[in-house]
């Protein structure tokens, strides 16, 4: 192994430990060396049982500035449990990265998940640029297509979703 992946090999045992203060370590140097390896590790984090660490996990999704960080947190998501999907698609928009080619995830996520995932993944919308004209109409579409089958709730939010999409066409 070479030093680095050794260091990252090491740091993953941190952040799997019981040991709180073990954890704590790991997350502060995932932060400060910036170990995307270690991203869908430190995403797991987020359903931790102790509240301290979901809240530092959840800073350092939020902190991420690496464009190359956009690919793993969406493979977090596919892989996140329901529970751990509001935080890490909050964790898009907070990092303030740029998920404009990966629109259909997010417009998959507003018509299939619950309210306040669907409120997460409209916010994440709404900080994008316009997208591409093909991506932009099969959006449309299937906004268009599921929007009379949600409840009330989430067809207030589609509707949101509809009326960004129609604003880019």
Known sequence: ???STTHAAELSRWLDSEDLALVESALARVRQQGELSLMPQVARLLGHPDAATRRLAQSLLNDIKDPLA???VLEAIAAAPAPLLGPLVASCWESGLDYTV??????ELLLRQDYAVGLEAL???QQMERPDEL???QALARVEQQLPGLDAGRQGLAQ???DQLQSWA
Do not use: K, S
């Open 1 to 3: 192994m070479t030093p």
């Open 70 to 72: 956009r690919g793993l």
């Open 102 to 107: 990966h629109l259909p995830v997010f417009v």
């Open 123 to 125: 916010t994440v919308v």
């Open 135 to 137: 991506a932009l109409r």
């Open 160 to 162: 949101e979703l509809l």
